[in-house]
């Protein structure tokens, strides 16, 4: 299947949708060319999917008016499952996807009236119609996960697979950190927490008078960059989207005029208005407002480091047992300070890629030596950007090589499982086939598909 929202697809399916909006505006009469279940393809569809997949230099293997529609005949077959399975996404994930594909839309186009021109729609259009795009592949991420959830792999069956594969198919491994970390938050000055505090008092009651909507503040003055053009609406989201005392007040609110009490949560202070309710999904804006670190509080907290560090350099105490005793993060603090791989395969791996690291931690390994410390440095938390004091030591340097078994077991395993998973999808699609109803227009048909049944012989 296709990779999902990379930007030139983005495109393809951009240009397709303003094609077909206005063909309808000129009356332009379209062609059916597939149905599969109750929705059809249109051929201005494929040809748009081509015509930009040809522009940017794209490779498609075999006849591209039978690969292009095929494969979005595949995608239509996991949507029509994800509703009779209920399958629902982060919203708040698919906002982000969106703001980073279209912020790299406009950098493609050089600004943000360039794109509106070419594509003849305007901002908030595009951003509506790469939200529904986002969340469509989201949710057959989803449903792939789901059909492949009780995937195994045991290490008998890598070590097969592993001694088939020729020299020149073994996979190299690029070079790979494990790194520890200790951090610090600086105090946020009581003076600072008023005034957050006070501020989203004078915003409560200047909407409450009626002086001016909550989504204007929102736009103004929250500090949440993602949803703050939107007006901070936040979209349809269940409860576990949020951190919990957000939800619990989100989903506490009941009418649609009152604002709710300020809500503190590890990313900063919060004021909450409810938009609306659907089932167990709430969409709701916010204003959020980060505390600023005063430079006193952070020169605090770079000497208590570099003192840490002090004692780490003279054999007072070792790197470890200050990270378990003094670390505030949670993550690494109980595994002596050693990082863990969320985005490895397994997310439990210690080892990282320098480009999976956080940035400023990248920026200050790449220049240590296996067993060194570094300097105490500040950093902004990857997740909700507080700023943080940081020391780090580079535990391990793993230089590039070809994949061994023993030593890589972990991409191993994960390749032959993708192996696996992929022999499931492929026997789900051929099952479904033989499932939903599927009608391809004479002259579409003659085709070599990926999957056979598409046409009944």
């Known amino acids: 299947m296709q990779k999902i929202f990379r930007i030139f697809l983005s495109l393809i399916m951009l240009c397709g949708y303003t094609n077909a909006i206005q063909a309808q505006e000129k009356n332009i009469a379209d062609e059916v060319i597939w149905v599969v279940g109750d929705e059809a393809i249109l051929k201005s569809q494929v040809e748009e999917q081509i015509k930009?997949?040809?522009?940017?230099?794209?490779?498609?293997?075999?006849?591209?008016?039978?690969?292009?529609p095929e494969n979005m005949a595949i995608s239509k077959l996991y949507l029509n499952q994800a509703k009779i399975d209920s399958v629902t996404v982060s919203e708040s994930e698919i906002r982000s996807i969106v703001e980073k594909r279209l912020g790299e839309l406009i950098t493609l186009f050089g600004s943000r009236e360039k794109l509106e021109e070419y594509q003849n729609m305007s901002l908030t259009q595009i951003r509506e119609f790469l939200t529904e795009m986002a969340r469509e592949n989201q949710i057959i991420k989803a449903m792939q996960e789901n059909l492949t959830a009780d995937v195994k792999v045991t290490p008998a069956e890598v070590r097969r697979y592993f001694s088939k594969l020729p020299e020149d198919s073994i996979p190299t491994v690029p070079m790979q950190v494990e790194v520890q970390l200790i951090t610090i938050e600086p105090k946020i000055s009581a003076e600072e927490e008023e005034n957050l505090k006070s501020r989203l008092r004078d915003y409560t009651e200047r909407i409450n008078k009626g002086e001016v909507d909550f989504s204007t503040l929102a736009i103004l003055y929250s500090e949440d960059v993602t949803t703050a053009k939107e007006g901070g609406e936040l979209g349809y989201a269940n409860k576990s989207s949020f951190t919990k005392p957000f939800a619990d007040v989100a989903f506490g609110l009941t009418d649609p005029k009152k604002i709710s009490k300020i809500v503190e949560t590890e990313y900063g202070y919060h004021i909450i208005q409810l938009i609306d309710r659907r089932g167990d999904r709430v969409n709701a804006r916010h204003i959020l407002l980060r505390p600023q670190v005063a430079e006193k509080e952070r020169q605090e907290a770079l000497v208590r480091m570099d003192t840490l560090r002090s004692k780490i350099m003279s054999d007072s105490v070792t790197f470890e047992d200050v990270a378990m005793y003094y670390s505030q993060d949670?993550?690494?603090?109980?595994?002596?300070?050693?990082?863990?791989?969320?985005?490895?395969?397994?997310?439990?791996?210690?080892?990282?890629?320098?480009?999976?690291?956080?940035?400023?931690?990248?920026?200050?390994?790449?220049?240590?030596?296996?067993?060194?410390?570094s300097q105490p440095f500040s950093m902004k938390h990857p997740q909700n950007q507080r700023e943080l004091v940081a020391m780090v030591k580079l535990k391990t340097r793993i230089p590039a090589h070809k994949a061994t078994a023993k030593d890589d077991y972990e991409i191993m395993q994960e390749i032959v499982k993708n192996r696996k998973k992929g022999d499931l999808l492929k026997k789900w699609i051929s099952d479904q086939q033989k499932k939903i109803y599927v009608h391809i227009k004479e002259g579409w048909h003659n085709c070599e598909f990926q999957y056979d049944g598409w046409v009944l012989q």
């Open 52 to 68: 930009q997949l040809r522009a940017y230099n794209e490779r498609i293997e075999g006849d591209p008016y039978c690969v292009v």
């Open 330 to 373: 949670k993550q690494s603090r109980n595994n002596f300070g050693l990082m863990i791989n969320s985005r490895s395969f397994s997310g439990l791996s210690t080892k990282f890629e320098m480009q999976d690291l956080p940035q400023e931690i990248g920026i200050v390994v790449d220049k240590l030596k296996e067993g060194e410390i």
